[in-house]
């Protein structure tokens, strides 16, 4: 698929066949999510990949008991760091190697306002943090669709609950879930018309703000996707 396909048939998917998902196409899939811009190129995202029976039932349960969860042939658990300066230095020799920065003094700078971004408050880094886990995990959706892995994000889980139920470390914050599997053959989220979208004019906004009217949702496209 082009990429105009995979974005205009791409589903919110919760029926899903029994086939797994075998580990070549699940590390092509995350190769390509690994591609997604962040802050920096900090990269803070980490993938909790949940596969098995009684790890899904567990996480189902975390996650108010959507069967989607579990019918799905994996879940994957989006996290960021909220430690700025975990991948920091690994990145900066990487510019450094490429000679996107000239030297050492210019590597040592970029840490310092690393290191100087990582004394936010705790929520602002939550928020910075939660941006660009959420780049890579619709990056993640796009790359799953063009192996024709449907996905659904979930956002309708217990984050403390979660970070409990899998023992995840202090400083990282759950972002949201994404299953992935096979789309059965009757999947309605699949076959149906996709639901309407604002037209582009009313949330496009040029030079300045001005709220336009509300119009009536539009569904993109004439072929029913």
Known sequence: MDFDDIVRTRRSVHQYTD??????TLEAIFETASLAPSGYNLQPWEFLVIGEEKAKANLAEVAYGQEHV??????????????????????????????????????TALLENVEAMNEMPEDERRIWTTRSSALAAMTLIYAAWDHGVASCPMEGFDPAGLVETFEIPDGYEPVMLVTLGYPAEDASDIENTRKGRRPVDEFVH????????????????????
């Not at 658990?77 to 920065?101: N, P, Q, R, S």
């Open 19 to 24: 086939e797994p998902i075998d580990q070549e």
């Open 70 to 107: 579990t019918d799905a042939a994996v879940a994957v658990v989006i996290l960021g760091t909220t430690d700025l300066t975990a991948h920091a230095d690994a990145v900066f020799d990487d510019w450094l190697a490429k000679e996107y920065i000239p030297d050492e003094e210019v590597k």
């Open 206 to 225: 040029y030079e300045s703000f001005e709220p336009a009217p509300k119009t009536s949702l539009e569904v993109p496209g004439e072929d029913g996707d």
